[in-house]
Nanobody
């Protein structure tokens, strides 16, 4: 069964860092596109960062570009989202998602398997 589980969220001060983990089971993560998404209160779920299942190309949403880094560890079958220089606007529930089909986009509708979400709160 394809399953992903996020962890690593928490409370951090503006300018701080967090690393989110996405542990995959039931499939080889490297064969799937992986996406990180977030949903803030009152806002729609949006793509944050995605990595392809083919050549490892990445996508970053404009608000996080230069601050966040998506990666995957093949041996651990785990993907990560390193979040640096966090801002209050980054506060949201963050979701990891996986899909066997690569996409040029990073949209929720492109991903079929979702984690439960992990809360990230950026506040002083």
């Amino acid at each position: 069964q394809v399953q992903v589980v996020e962890s690593g969220g928490g409370l951090v001060q503006p300018g701080g860092s967090l690393r989110l983990s996405c542990a995959a089971s039931g499939f080889t993560l490297n064969d799937y596109a992986i996406g990180w998404f977030r949903q803030a209160p009152g806002k729609e779920r949006e793509g944050v960062s995605c990595i392809s299942s083919s050549d490892g190309s990445t996508y970053y949403a404009a608000p996080v570009k230069g601050r966040f880094t998506i990666s995957r560890d093949n041996a651990k079958n785990t993907a990560y989202l390193q979040m640096n220089s966090l801002k209050p606007e980054d506060t949201a529930v963050y979701y990891c998602a996986a899909d066997p089909y690569s996409s040029s986009y990073c949209r929720p509708k492109d991903f079929g398997s979702w984690g439960q979400g992990t809360q990230v709160t950026v506040s002083s």
